[in-house]
T-cell receptor, first 111, second 115 residues
Framework: GQNIDQPTEMTATEGAIVQINCTYQ??????LFWYQQHAGEAPTFLSY??LDGLEEKGRFSSFLSRSKGYSYLLLKELQMKDSASYLC????????????WGAGTKLIIKP | DGGITQSPKYLFRKEGQNVTLSCEQN?????MYWYRQDPGQGLRLIYY???????QKGDIAEGYSVSREKKESFPLTVTSAQKNPTAFYLC??????????????FGPGTRLTVL
């Protein structure tokens, strides 16, 4: 079967750092996406990892370990506007269009 | 400005009525998708289309129908056969590619409530 696991909810403090984990078991693997989704809005693209390692993009970084089926999204210098759900999605091997989605992690930022 | 539009933002219907949700894109993307999102769950694929006049069922196609007569448009009909239609519906598109990178771009969504 195909499965993606993320924590349901996390809480962090403004200005701090938070790491959101994602583990996956899929039929082959091509790449992994992270999307941000504010309540009631559309998901927006944050990052894409296909090779092992860390991809840094401003305050957000994403890490991938293909051998462990594991990724994390690291958010630094948290701001109140970072309160949102963060969705992990995997492209299975052999698929050029379908994404397998995790349930998302709701991140709550407190002052 | 290029993008994906969905209308309306909120839609209310009586039980037993069919309803059609619109999705239009001017990104010149080949592939289009419909997802359903319920509270606490990930995105579940209803239908997708790679080219005009062709579409495929996703994981939860029962009770839904689509058409793809134009590249820009991919309307979704929620039929009375759908047992629990109240949900947030998201339309997405992506350029067709033979590479593994297939970023999907989303419309603002339609929240359907069946009374």
């Amino acid at each position: 079967g195909q499965n993606i696991d993320q924590p349901t909810e996390m809480t962090a403090t403004e200005g701090a750092i938070v790491q959101i984990n994602c583990t996956y078991q899929t039929s082959g693997f091509n790449g992994l996406f992270w999307y941000q989704q504010h309540a009631g809005e559309a998901p927006t693209f944050l990052s894409y990892n296909v090779l092992d390692g860390l991809e840094e993009k401003g305050r957000f970084s994403s890490f991938l370990s293909r051998s462990k089926g594991y990724s994390y999204l690291l958010l630094k210098e948290l701001q109140m506007k970072d309160s949102a759900s963060y969705l992990c999605a995997v492209t299975p091997k052999g698929s050029n269009y379908q994404l397998i989605w995790g349930a998302g992690t709701k991140l709550i930022i407190k002052p | 400005d290029g993008g994906i539009t969905q209308s309306p933002k909120y839609l209310f219907r009586k039980e037993g009525q069919n309803v059609t949700l619109s999705c239009e894109q001017n990104l010149n993307h080949d592939a289009m998708y419909w997802y359903r999102q319920d509270p606490g769950q990930g995105l579940r694929l209803i239908y997708y289309s790679q080219i005009v006049n062709d579409f495929q069922k996703g994981d939860i196609a029962e009770g839904y129908s689509v058409s793809r007569e134009k590249k820009e448009s991919f309307p979704l009909t929620v039929t009375s056969a759908q047992k629990n239609p109240t949900a947030f519906y998201l339309c997405a598109s992506s350029p067709w590619t033979s590479a593994s990178y297939n970023e999907q771009f989303f419309g603002p969504g339609t929240r359907l409530t069946v009374l």
